[in-house]
């Protein structure tokens, strides 16, 4: 990799805290975030939170979100959505977010990987969404553009979202690591490509970074399961955010990125006792994909707020009679739009 230009303060690296002590996960990531200023949200179900010297940290705790939000939005940052109030609040171009239950991979060298490096080389290097490179990212050391690759698509777009990886435990269902128990994710390839145009793609944001100047009014939380839980398994919150961030960005010709950089994930919670909580989600998504696939959003939407709008209309008019959980989600993601607009307004 041959490393973009990092300005330390255009990065703002989020970490939910769903747990009190974070003190061996911030020592383990110490030699990679200590230089940038740090975003703990506290579920709200974390009393304290407990954060070693040396970092540029700021903590919000359900009272600070009630502050900037009010006290009948605040439940949409529970959970794992809790993250997004991070994402709310930032004022920096790069949002990087983590989950408490990594680690830092290594690569093929035995070298860290410098997450915040990796993904702001991806960001920072243009995305090639409407022709299929099949030799990776172009922009990568080592790669170019293979034969017959058309020179006047070459430039290609900006990239607004860096999807990372995992090693060890992979970001499967519940069903699926219930069905293999014992599996586990060991490879660690170095390489990154573009997701093509009208690809819909499962995001996690286990591991990812994105241009918050871009696409941050589409990194929302909005879709709740009924059971929804506390172990990544339960949730679908991110999946959801995927597809709306992903249409936004076809509509909006920006590119989204899947690839390096790895994190190594640690074990968490039981796979099957999460398997009924996630099975409504995993049944949702049978409604949900082929919605987001034949999507079309009108050349009036042209900033992610307009398309965050649109879609949720569409949502509630195409989605809403299937199931309720696509009611609220529709309903939540107006709310979004309206609250990231209302807190912009506060930095100018």
Known sequence: MSPASVNDNEVDIVIGAFRSDLTSFMEEWRPIFSRFHL???KDP????VQIP???DVRVYTESDIVKVVGSSKASLFSGYSSRYFGYLVSNKKYIISID???SPAKTKDGDL???VAYHLNNLKTPATPFFFNTLYDPYQKGSDFVRGYPFSLRSGVPCALSCGLWLNFADYDAPTQALKPDMRNTRYVDAVLTVPLKSMMPMSGVNIAFDRELVGPAML???????EGKVRWETMEDVWCGLVVKTVCDHLKLGVKSGIPYVWRN??????DSLKKEWEGVKLMEDAVPFFETLRLSPSSVTAEDCVVEIAAAVKERLGSTHAVFVSAAEAM??????????RSLDH
């Open 334 to 343: 107006v709310e979004w739009v309206k609250l990231w607009k209302a807190v």
């Open 267 to 272: 074990e968490k919670g039981s796979a099957i």
């Open 45 to 48: 179900d974390v009393k304290e």
């Open 39 to 41: 975003i703990v949200v």
């Open 53 to 55: 010297e040396g970092f």
């Open 100 to 102: 408490d239950d990594c």
């Open 113 to 115: 990987v410098d997450i």
């Open 221 to 227: 939380p909005a879709l709740k399961l009924v059971k």
